[in-house]
């Protein structure tokens, strides 16, 4: 026991995955190994994964979701506006309603993609994940299905723009706009839009449920996290 409690003092002063490495190999046989580590940061990304991306895909995932509420993009703002100052708000509010409703019925193809990138993560990558920053798994995922999940999710939100009525109330929407008078007109692209802010929406989720298993015992529901998180802390 005393070796063990020395072993995760000296870890708090450790700056380089290498320094990591050796602690790991000081600790008594049978604590725990590359593989649980590896393993330990496997299990809390598929927990962030079924606990918070399962949320986004149902409905108002998005829309009632503070975090990830997916606004008017910056170019429309101004016709948000323009339509509340003249008593269209009702039309306003169903075009910021479509556009989450897409981005819902997107994230619903996520799920697979990650877990394939979880499963590639190596000791090498745990290493680095365990003694970075509070979204340092998220981050890992993040660069590992960016591009994946992009071209996943743009042809969905794109069908789902038409599934939901998104096109027809966008269209109706910016078509009233453009005809007011001194006003330039827009001409957004949504689906690339929507598609970004769903990337960043489901990313968040993540770094919510990364953060709570780093900083709180209580979210580490297995022991695995209990003993690989313990490590950081």
């Known amino acids: ?12 002063l450790l700056n380089s995955c290498a320094e990591l490495q050796q602690v790991v190999n000081q600790l008594p046989q049978g604590t725990i190994g590359n593989a649980d580590i590896a393993a330990g940061l496997r299990q809390a990304l598929d927990k962030g994964i079924d606990l918070q991306v399962q949320k986004l895909t ?3 995932g998005f829309y009632k979701n503070g975090l990830v509420k997916i606004l008017m993009p910056a170019e429309l703002q101004k016709v948000e506006k323009t339509l509340r100052d003249i008593g269209l708000g009702s039309l306003a509010d169903d075009g910021i309603k479509m556009l989450n ?6 994230v619903k193809e996520a799920t697979p993609i990650f877990v394939n990138a979880v499963k590639d993560i190596t000791f090498d990558d745990a290493k680095n994940i365990l003694l970075g920053a509070d979204n340092a798994a998220t981050q890992y995922l993040q660069n590992k299905t960016t591009t994946a999940l992009y071209n996943k999710f743009q042809p969905v ?3 789902s723009f038409a ?9 109706n929407l910016i078509e009233r706009y453009n005809k007011l008078p001194l006003v330039n007109d827009v001409n957004p692209d949504l689906t690339d839009y929507v598609t970004n802010e769903a990337l960043k929406g489901v990313y968040t989720m993540i770094a919510v449920e990364e953060k ?3 900083t709180k015992v209580s979210s580490r ?7 690989v998180f313990a490590l950081q802390d």
Do not use: H, P, S, Y
């Not at 409703?101 to 997107?106: G, M, V």
């Not at 599934?163 to 269209?171: Q, S």
């Not at 529901?221 to 003993?227: A, I, R, S, V």
């Open 212 to 214: 709570k298993i780093r």
């Open 163 to 171: 599934k939901v009525g998104a096109d027809r109330i966008w269209t």
């Open 221 to 227: 529901t297995t022991d695995l996290l209990k003993k």
């Open 101 to 106: 409703r897409a981005a819902e019925d997107a």
């Open 58 to 60: 149902l409905k108002d």
């Open 157 to 159: 939100i794109q069908n």
């Open 1 to 12: 026991m005393k070796k063990i409690m020395i072993a995760f003092v000296g870890l708090l």
